[in-house]
């Protein structure tokens, strides 16, 4: 019913608060409980992915249904929300969540990191500082690390619980031995509070930093998979690998963005035409933004 | 029981007997020795003479524990003074003893195929307390005088011709000779010039008080070796003696493999 | 008592019994070498192996022998974990300082013991090996378990036990499944090595390969176990195979042990019936 009302096209902020049938922030109060409670879970076993009845959103699974869940479950009346997609407020999906958590809410919303407090976000972590007054929700599409080298469920929840990774270091073994370097890029394997590794998916490597001992609580979401995991603020997380290869975050050499000329934030590269040398820009449009300003 | 043994002998032998139960040929019992005794004494070199059957070999195996000894008792005197009975110790009691304090030497080299020459005969020295630098000293040495030139030390003995494996066995087995040596027909394989060589050798463990026990197949073997005399027929003794007492006795067909 | 100074046992077993179906006194009764049979007509349970004892030394190599169905590779397995054992105590002096008994261990303590105490060559190498990984990533799998975590410390050291296992080290970055069968047990062998265990079971190591191909695993994984002091059961229907490495054995036959003995006087002068037909078959 509550979805009939949202694909009628009715005027959901004239709604919420007026019509019984549909409960503030879209899920009704035992489905927000339980997410809840499993995100509580979370955060107390850091990087152990806790499972979760993921619901029916009004996005297709795996497009954010679980990062949207979770937002809908800790959202309170006095949240203000940032969504971004690639780093970008303005894309499609980015929009169209936002505009769901904020009209099923009635909450502000913003595109500046500094006045967020919960920011939901795919591919990226914003460039700005993030406090301890910000919630980061991340959309997994595959929140199982050992996915690469264990297909058999129960076999990786063997793995996990007896901490037995040795899998994915022969697949980094095997990964620098055929390429000379490890060429996992977005995702990379991160071991948590010394005990779990947790896919960082699909944040770049240029992100990872930003996870260990951050003063902002992570807080991962897969609707498809029906997994919920956590970093909490001030958590231990290394990137996977071995001593003498360091980890390393993706470099543009040299590379600027064409609007802003930065060199500091992580860029994306759009193909050039004819052949020409591809332009670099901010993936993170709303801090390039800020530094034209400025 | 070390009382018992008044004259120290290093192997002394008491009703010794081996029967063979056949289960499989209508359970049958085949005697091949039947209450043997005798004693080995430090020094003393005895040969074994009888036909062929007459048990002689059956007899180092007995020992040797390669055959479970049926009933009788055989004492060993330990390095340490102490005797045990080699037909009632335990099998890892036995694995300890062989190679160490009871040397086997046969017709035949069993070794690992591809051990090298001088690494198989070094590592016999070894595992009878020798150290590395001396082996190879007395192992060299011994190879140069069974005529073992230097271009076979580092080959693999899966390689050597049957003299050559047999003259290699021989510097393998008497490196820092063990106390007792079991001597099964070691040098039948071996051209006139060799066989010298490989008899002289053997010689010399009487001096070093080496108890050996020795199957030949010719009578100047036992000629030039032998102590003492132990002639068998149908797996009983015979006969024992001096050398020089039984050797007259004895035709070259008593000695036939 | 005597002075003969042996070497202390690593592996001690006890009691070891495997039974599938009910167990009763009465299906052990009806089963065994004298009747003939390990499986009891009556409740239908099979008795793959039941009171098997012995015990092995450091440097010191057991072979059990025996047809298939005797339970040979059972008792392994059982030793090894891969299957439950019914009954028995099996202690290495070297875990848990002889203490604890592996036949009941949990699966993730049986783990971490097999990383570093125990190892398990298989006959068919894809049971020991991940055959779409290179050599060297099967030798870091059990390197990285046990705490590695130097890329090249982990290479020099696959490096080292290829050559050891005499395995071309330029195939080393080649994927296992490209490797023919003697060169595929040699990986499996060094595999096994890599954390220095004390232990090395051996379940019918040179089965399925050519006769030139055997002998010279069969050659390495002698000189290895001399090598390294291991403790070592082979498990394998071969007297060739025994004969090679071993000092000592156990025969099999329906689930009991109807001989133990010197591997030489097991060849010569073997006293159980079924051990005598053995033998004799061996030699025809």
Redesign the interface.
Known sequence: MTMNAVHNGSHLDSIVGEDPGIPFALLDEESKREIRRALLHAVCVPGYQVPFGSREMPVARGWGSGGLQITLAIVGKTDIVKVIDQGDDEGVNAVNLRRLVVTSTGIEESTEVVESTIIQSRHRIPEDEMINSHTLVLQVPVPEPLRGVERDMRELARMHSEADYSRMWVSLYEDKVRNGVITQTTGYPCLVNGRYVVATTPIPRWDIPRLHDSQFLTLFGAGREKRVYAIPPYTLVEPLTFEDVPFEVEQANGAQCRLCSSSESFLVESPGTNGDAGTWTCSDTAWCRARRIK | MSTAIATKPILDVRDLTKS?????IDGRTVTGLHNVSFTVEPGQHLALAGTSGAGKSTLL?AIY????PSSGEVWFR?S?D?V?NLAQ?????????RGRQIGYVSQFLRA????SVLDLVIRAGVSRGMNVVDARELGILSLRRLNIGEQLWDVHTSVLSGGEKQRVNIAAGLISPPRLLLLDEPVSALDPENRESAIQLISELTHQGVAVLAVFHDLDAIARLATQIVVMQKGRIINNGPVDQILPQLHPGDVQP | MSKIVIPDSVLKVSGLGKIYGPITDGAIERTGSQVGTARDHQTGSIVAAWDVNFEVAAGEALGIVGESGSGKSTVLRCIAGDIDSSVGDVRLSTFENGEANLLTLDAATRRKMRIDQLSVVYQDPAEGLSLGVTAGGNIADPLTAAGWRNFEGIRVRARDLLQRTEVPLDRMDDIVRSFSGGMRQRVQIARALANNPRLVLLDEPTTGLDASVAAGVLDLIRGLLEEFELAAIVVSHDFSVIEMLTERCIVMHHGRVVENALTDQLLEDPHHPYSQKLVSAARA
């Open positions: 063979f139960v056949l289960h499989n195996r524990r390669t055959y479970a330990l340490d102490s045990v110790i335990s099998d890892p009691e036995i694995v300890a003893l690992q195929p591809r051990r």
